[in-house]
């Protein structure tokens, strides 16, 4: 059974910064694409970074230069860090992971950033 397991959510004041963590089990960690995903009141969830089984990382253009996605194979875990937030980066983040055909979700760790 995949679990996919966020933490490190919370309240924090535009421009401070969190580390989201995800830690991942019944799947073999280092063969699955992992990522964050986040979903605002009213939209569409969207991608925010993802990082390949060989370590190639993707973001999205609103989170480039602020946030870092990482991960720790040994530990079967990803994080992303996230610099100078934003009150519009405010949103449940889900971790994501994906082999082949197969995909998993966690159940989302809820950011908020007030201004």
């Known amino acids: 059974q995949v679990q996919l397991v966020e933490s490190g959510g919370g309240l924090v004041q535009a421009g401070g910064s969190l580390r989201l963590s995800c830690a991942a089990s019944g799947i073999t960690f280092s063969l699955n694409t992992m ?26 253009d609103s989170v480039k230069g602020r946030f870092t996605i990482s991960r720790d194979n040994a530990k079967n875990t990803v994080y992303l860090q996230m610099n100078s937030l934003k009150p519009e980066d405010t949103a449940v983040y889900y971790c994501y992971s994906r082999r082949m055909i197969w995909e998993s979700w966690g159940q989302g760790t809820q950011v908020t950033v007030s201004s």
């Open 35 to 60: 990522g964050w995903y986040r979903q605002a009141p009213g939209k569409q969830r969207e991608m925010v970074a993802t990082i390949s089984t060989g370590g190639t990382t993707n973001y999205a």
